[in-house]
């Protein structure tokens, strides 16, 4: 079985939100069109406490999109953004909801870029209940190409399953010019399969 992972389509990071990917909005039409040809569809959703430790706002003096560390890693310091409850936080109304959907990022000690685990390796539930599920391929899209879709691939790969990309249904961040396309190169020498919807 195929399932395809829709990743973070939530307010904040379309346009408009407190960290809006350029053209986030964009993919949702696509995503609902792609949505018949499997059989198992499932979404992830970024769902922060106020208090998540990647937040700048909770670092004194650390500017948003700078680097510092989090549990001795380093850490983008983002800006503050689908904390939990919030209207920032929701799915976007035009997404086509999730046969299941699967809450990453909840711990203020870790971040979560990947649907799978976060980054003390906790896992979320998706691999356990995709391999109940009998699936052995994902399709990923969403937000954003060069973190949270980008981790979830590589975990993908890491558990097993066939791994795709649809890189017309994502957008990428691009903190730093590029990021996005040099994702997805990392992406491909990883072992995914980088796709477009139309042959699909």
């Known amino acids: 079985m195929k399932v395809l992972i829709i990743v973070d389509v939530q307010y904040d990071f379309c346009p408009g939100g407190a960290l809006a990917v350029n053209g986030g909005d964009e993919i949702i039409p696509g995503i609902n069109r792609l949505r018949p040809a499997f059989e198992l ?3 992830t959703q970024d769902w922060h406490p106020a208090d998540h430790g ?8 650390a500017e948003p999109y700078s680097m510092g560390t989090l549990g001795s890693r380093p850490q983008v310091m983002w800006p503050d953004h689908c904390v939990q409850h919030t209207s920032g936080a929701k799915h976007h109304a035009d997404l086509v909801p999730g046969d299941a959907n699967f809450v990453k990022g909840a711990r203020p000690e870790a971040d979560s870029y990947s649907g799978f685990f976060d980054d003390d390796r906790k896992s979320t539930g998706l691999a356990e209940f995709l391999k109940k599920k009998g699936v052995t391929a994902v399709y990923i899209c969403g937000l954003a190409t060069d973190y949270c879709v980008k981790f979830t691939a590589l975990d993908a790969l ?5 791994t795709h990309v649809i890189k017309d249904l994502s957008r990428a961040v691009n903190v730093n010019a590029g990021d996005g396309e040099t994702a997805l190169e990392e992406l491909t020498k990883a072992g995914a399969i980088i796709d477009v919807a139309a042959v699909i």
């Open 41 to 43: 569809a499932v979404t």
């Open 54 to 61: 990647s937040f700048a706002s909770n670092h004194p003096g």
């Open 158 to 162: 890491k558990e097993g399953f066939e």
